[in-house]
């Protein structure tokens, strides 16, 4: 038993058969806080401390997944290309929309930053929070930052856009669907635009879209606004 834990087949396989079993039960529900990544996190982290399995073993696989997010990230080029058209007949606003919520994320992290007295480390390690994966812990290791908090705050940025975005934007009166796919794919990334997609394909759409532009905006403008929160 042992020597299959300390496999990277383990990792692998605990990941899916826990992240599967809840897509499956919680499939068709309504309730935005049946988050299927969230419950499988906690379920993983359950089973490790209960089964006293060592958090290296559970990482040789899992890191194979993780593997895959670089090739995820150049993979977002496919749906720039297929909203090719629509990028080109909304140009403005979309380039404007998402820039301006890159912008507020900034803000956001800079005012708290100042409120709480933010380390350096931990400002660098929040600020790319609402791009994809890949894309912020990249950002994270070159200028400073701690990659596993950047990882955390990436998750839990998703995570409130998919429990709590599409009330918000209902609350503040949003329902054209390329600014509501917008909206949940520049600040909650792909686990948003997950939740967008189950509002319509235009919506789903122009939230793959927001991922990919949101990660070009935050990789190029990250070394110019730096050292304001440093």
């Known amino acids: 038993m042992k020597t299959w834990l300390n496999d990277p087949s383990f990792g692998i396989l605990l990941t899916l058969a826990v992240f599967v079993f809840y897509s499956y039960l919680f499939h068709g529900k309504k309730n935005p806080l049946l988050n299927p990544l969230i419950?499988?996190?906690?379920?993983?982290?359950?089973?490790?401390?209960?089964?006293?399995?060592?958090?290296?073993?559970?990482?040789?696989?899992?890191?194979?997944?993780?593997?895959?997010?670089?090739?995820?990230?150049v993979a977002l080029a496919l749906p720039l290309y297929r909203e090719l058209d629509l990028l080109k007949l909304h140009m403005v606003p979309i380039l404007v929309g998402v820039f301006l919520g890159i912008l507020a994320g900034f803000a956001s992290i800079y005012l708290l930053g100042k409120l709480f007295h933010f380390t350096p480390t931990l400002m660098v390690s929040l600020l790319p929070k609402s791009t994809t994966?890949?894309?912020?812990?990249?950002?994270?290791?070159?200028?400073?930052?701690?990659?596993?908090?950047?990882?955390?705050?990436?998750?839990?940025?998703?995570?409130?856009?998919?429990m709590f975005g599409p009330s918000l934007l209902k609350i503040l009166g949003i329902k054209h669907k390329t600014a509501y796919g917008l909206g949940l794919g520049s600040s909650s990334h792909a686990i948003g635009t997950n939740r967008a997609m189950e509002s319509g394909p235009t919506e789903g759409a122009m939230g793959s879209l927001a991922i990919g532009l949101a990660g070009l905006m935050t990789s190029f403008l990250f070394p110019f606004v730096l050292p304001l929160f440093i």
Do not use: H, K
């Open 39 to 73: 419950f499988s996190m906690l379920t993983i982290i359950a089973i490790l401390a209960l089964g006293n399995i060592p958090l290296d073993y559970y990482s040789q696989g899992a890191d194979y997944i993780s593997f895959l997010l670089g090739p995820v990230t």
């Open 133 to 162: 994966m890949a894309i912020a812990v990249g950002l994270s290791e070159n200028f400073g930052g701690d990659p596993a908090l950047t990882t955390i705050y990436v998750i839990i940025a998703g995570n409130m856009g998919f």
